[in-house]
């Protein structure tokens, strides 16, 4: 079921080229409960942010989808419940694909050490590494308490992505 629903979700985001949708990809697709209980919950993103009428567009299309493609009564009509939403402020990033649109912005990261050992660093994203079209590495520029407005932290820190575990954006006062 959440494949098939996964299939809809895909073809509304690639006939949406060249529309209010250009440019936004899948974070993840969550299908909750069963029966009249089911919730599915979609989450979009796109290199330069989503906006709140991007999602409510997104969420028209991909009802219609459903309806269209899948014939199970659980899933017509007003029998499922549909949220298609953004990842919101203090959001751990899911893809690399989302490390773009963090570009200049604060990031908390837990990482794992040349032991295997989790450690933590809180730093302004200054590059995304590739390699081709590969999100490889992380350049940060580390902050300290106080200094967070200023980004001032010292020399760049090349974290390589595989390392890294859990990647959250702060909230910049």
């Known amino acids: 079921?959440?494949?098939?629903?996964?299939?809809?979700?895909?073809?509304?985001?690639?006939?949406?080229?060249?529309?209010?949708?250009?440019?936004?990809?899948?974070v993840r697709l969550q299908v909750k409960g069963s029966g009249k209980h089911r919730k599915i919950e979609v989450l979009l993103d796109s290199d330069t942010g989503i906006r709140i009428d991007q999602c409510s567009f997104f969420g028209r299309r991909i009802r219609e989808q459903i309806e269209i493609d899948i014939?199970?009564?659980a899933l017509t009509g007003e029998d499922f419940d549909?949220?298609?939403?953004?990842p919101g402020l203090?959001?751990?990033?899911?893809?690399?694909?989302?490390?773009?649109?963090?570009?200049?912005?604060?990031?908390?990261?837990?990482?794992?050490?040349?032991?295997?050992?989790e450690k933590e660093m809180t730093g302004r994203l200054q590059r995304v590494l590739k390699s081709g079209d590969t999100i490889t590495a992380l350049e940060l520029v580390p902050v300290t308490a106080g200094k967070k407005s200023s980004g001032s932290g010292g020399t760049a820190v090349e974290l390589v992505l595989e390392r890294i575990v859990r990647a959250v954006p702060e909230v910049e006062w």
């Open 71 to 73: 014939e199970q009564p």
């Open 1 to 26: 079921m959440e494949e098939k629903i996964k299939r809809c979700v895909l073809r509304v985001l690639e006939l949406s080229t060249g529309t209010k949708g250009e440019g936004v990809y899948l």
């Open 90 to 117: 203090g959001e751990p990033v899911l893809m690399p694909r989302q490390y773009i649109r963090h570009t200049g912005r604060l990031l908390k990261v837990v990482y794992k050490g040349e032991q295997q050992e």
């Open 82 to 86: 549909l949220v298609v939403s953004s």
